[in-house]
């Protein structure tokens, strides 16, 4: 079984660094594919909690290879300093590598991402801030600047000069901030070069070469499939494929050598940012989904939204990505509700979507059509079999595993490494 994409189902958070961890120990190299720091992965290992940005979650696995690929966009400053906090801590990053041909994000895109926002008012689309958006706008308009660039200054100092010709006269003209000199950005990324030298590499070629040789390759999605700019809730997106697609583009790896596509799925729905959100709850059920899951940014500290679980989330879901399994993750969080209603369909003004429509208004009005099961009260934390759980979480599992259309393979009941019930190996089956 070589080569495995692992995407998040939802908006974000699901768990993905925590089912990266798990897989850990059988792959032999963990690959970022899409995105930046714009992404937080909590992982808690012996009860040390690890919160990774940048750095591909396999980095905390002793022997993986985790690989920065091309599809990445990289804050220098932001990777110096997660690996320098991860060394400190005793973990080996010595085998980091990193695209010659990803992006970096200048610190005048991180400037401008956060302007833009104040500068939207009430249509901002609640970013990060991390400058993502404005990174890949400059990779698709062909200012951008690449990882290898920086092993050339005439020809760094020449695009750092085109980028700025155009973003000089936006900062200072309508957003009425200070222009941005050529050297002082040429000078920051020159003091990276040396550090980073022994780690750019084609990475492309390195994992096609390992994935030949037989050895396991996971590609871990940063965001998610709601959150994809092809396939998300447009504009309210990333700037980046978040789908299990983009693991081939955004590595360089051929669609037929994925074998097995994994979606992380939390048993109920968040959301962090603007955007449309159907089974969103205002009222003390979501309080208590947020509090007792702990729904706050890892990467802004931001309390994310929460709602209900919505299968036709998890169908769309099923059919972008080629799902062949499901790890559900943060099933504990659901114990001690009466009921659990699971959004089945959408009604748009009396008109029932069993998938998502095709027209984007009809999500920003869709009133969910719930279906009612019967909660649990006992604690699920210490369960390890499928039939540990009680009857009704069970009835909750396979009620969902039915309506999204794939296996669940793997189920979270809680935040630790082995707070896991594992029904099916998504390596080799
Ligand atoms: P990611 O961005 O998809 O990697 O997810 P985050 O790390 O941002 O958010 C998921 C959070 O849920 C983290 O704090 C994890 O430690 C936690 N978590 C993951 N799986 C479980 C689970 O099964 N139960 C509980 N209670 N927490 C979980
Ligand atoms: P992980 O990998 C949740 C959201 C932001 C915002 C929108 C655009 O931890 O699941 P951006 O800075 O990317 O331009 O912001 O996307 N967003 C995320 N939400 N989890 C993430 O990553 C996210 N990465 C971006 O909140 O709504
Ligand atoms: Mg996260």
Excluded at 188 to 213: C, F
Excluded at 229 to 257: E, F
Aim: glycine share 10%; charged share 25%; with cysteine.
């Amino acid at each position: 079984m070589p080569a495995i994409v692992l995407v998040g189902a939802q908006w974000g958070d699901e768990g993905k660094g925590k089912a990266t961890d798990l897989l850990g120990k059988d792959v032999d190299y963990v690959v970022k594919f899409n995105g930046g720091n714009n992404a937080g992965h909590t992982v808690v290992v012996g009860g040390e909690k690890y919160a990774l940005h940048l750095l591909p979650s396999g980095i905390l696995t002793p022997g993986v290879t985790p690989v920065i690929a091309n599809g990445v966009v990289v804050d220098l400053e932001v990777l110096f300093h997660e690996l320098e906090a991860l060394s400190a801590r005793g973990v080996d990053c010595s085998r980091l590598r990193i695209s010659a041909n990803a992006h970096v994000i200048p610190s005048y895109n991180r400037t401008l991402d956060k302007v833009t926002e104040r500068f939207l008012g009430k249509r901002r689309l609640g970013t990060t801030g991390r400058g993502i958006g404005p990174t890949y706008a400059d990779k698709m308009n062909r200012v951008g600047i690449r990882m290898q660039d920086l092993f050339d200054e005439s020809i760094l100092r020449q695009k750092v000069e085109a980028a700025l010709e155009v973003k000089n006269h936006l900062l200072v003209k309508i957003y009425n901030r200070r222009a941005v000199a050529v050297e002082e950005v040429v000078a920051e990324l020159l003091s990276y070069r040396d550090r980073l030298e022994p780690m750019v590499e084609d990475t492309g070629y390195e994992l096609w070469r390992a994935i030949e040789d037989g050895k396991t390759v996971l590609f871990e999605a940063g965001q998610a499939t709601m959150l994809d700019v092809d396939h998300g809730t447009y504009p309210y997106v990333t700037s980046s494929n978040a789908t299990a697609a983009g693991a081939c583009t955004g590595s360089g790896i051929g669609p037929t050598l994925i074998d097995r596509v994994a979606a992380v799925f939390k048993a109920y729905t968040t959301r962090v940012g603007e955007g449309p959100f159907p089974t969103e709850l205002h009222d003390a059920d979501g309080e208590r989904l947020r509090a007792n899951g702990f729904e706050f940014g890892t990467t802004t500290g931001r309390p994310r939204r929460c709602g209900w679980a919505d299968t036709v989330i998890g169908r769309y879901a099923t059919r972008i990505n080629g799902v062949t399994d499901y790890v559900l993750t943060k099933l504990d969080v659901l114990t001690g509700f009466e009921t659990l209603p699971i959004c089945v369909a959408y009604d748009v003004n009396g008109r029932r979507f069993d998938d998502m429509p095709a027209n984007q208004s009809d999500v920003h009005h869709a009133v969910p059509v719930y279906e009612e099961l019967p909660g649990w009260s006992e604690d699920i934390t210490g369960a390890r079999e499928f039939e540990d759980l009680p009857e009704n979480a069970q009835r909750y599992v396979l009620r969902l595993e039915e309506l999204v259309g794939a296996r669940i393979s793997v189920i979270g009941v809680g935040p630790g490494r082995d707070e896991i019930i594992q029904r099916h190996p998504l390596l080799d089956d």
